[in-house]
């Protein structure tokens, strides 16, 4: 199985300053079509998880452009340009290149300073 | 608009069985997963199921004791849960999308307690 290792497990951050978080995978995640199923997903306190970032750096709809990933082969970072208030919660990398099984990292908890 | 709604979740003994449903709008036909979160903790991946009920996959912490089922004239997704054991707690959420998990439902919780 893929193991995702997400680093810093927990991220206080000043509102305004920027954020970013790594995922480190155990084996390449680049799939046999060349496509990298690398996503990020950020759970707000009390909400089910929500998609930011799939294949690396593509930002979902509706998702502010202070989101960005970026990254390839085992290493990738999820940036927060200037955080905001909303943006408290836990984020997790998620692999879907290598499953069964789907593997997520650990999770980072941000929290506003 | 895409809309997954979970449910079917409840307090039962350990040994006992549930059967969880997701109800989807919005869209149709779509590969889908189940994944899980117990209380305090991050995210495990339990079960996918093709969009057309050709492939099923499962992770070996529940392996022979879960079982993922769809019902597309009905747009449901069913997670039968069986021989549940006190770390089946969680919150259970259906994920639509093979690679990507584009979208969650708001989950259902399973509680294990005797």
């Known amino acids: 199985d893929v193991v995702l290792t997400q680093s810093p497990l927990s991220l206080p951050v000043t509102l305004g300053q920027p954020a970013s978080i790594s995922c480190r995978s155990s084996?390449?995640?680049?799939?046999?079509?060349?496509?990298?199923?690398l996503n990020w997903f950020q759970q707000r306190p009390g909400q089910s998880p929500r998609r930011l970032i799939y294949q690396v750096s593509n930002r979902d709809s509706g998702v502010p452009d202070r989101f960005s990933g970026s990254g390839s082969g085992t290493d990738f970072t999820l940036t927060i340009s200037r955080v905001e208030a909303e943006d408290a919660g836990v984020y997790y990398c998620?692999?879907?290149?290598?499953?069964?099984?789907?593997?997520f990292g650990q999770g980072t908890k941000v929290e506003i300073k | 608009q895409v809309q997954m709604v979970e449910s079917g979740g409840g307090v039962v003994q350990p040994g006992g069985s549930l059967r969880l449903s997701c109800v989807v709008s919005?869209?149709?036909?779509?590969?889908m997963h189940w994944v899980r979160q117990a209380p305090g903790k991050g995210l495990e991946w339990v079960a996918f199921i093709r969009h057309d009920g050709s492939d099923k996959y499962y992770a070996d912490s529940v392996k022979g004791r879960f079982s993922i089922s769809r019902d597309n004239s009905k747009n449901t997704l069913y997670l039968q849960v069986n021989s549940l054991r006190a770390e089946d707690t969680a919150v259970y959420y259906c994920a639509k999308g093979g690679s990507d998990l584009d979208y969650w439902g708001q989950g259902t919780l399973v509680t294990v307690s005797s």
């Open positions: 084996q390449s995640v680049v799939h046999n079509n060349g496509n990298t199923y």
């Open positions: 998620m692999q879907g290149t290598h499953w069964p099984p789907v593997t």
């Open positions: 919005g869209f149709s036909n779509s590969d």
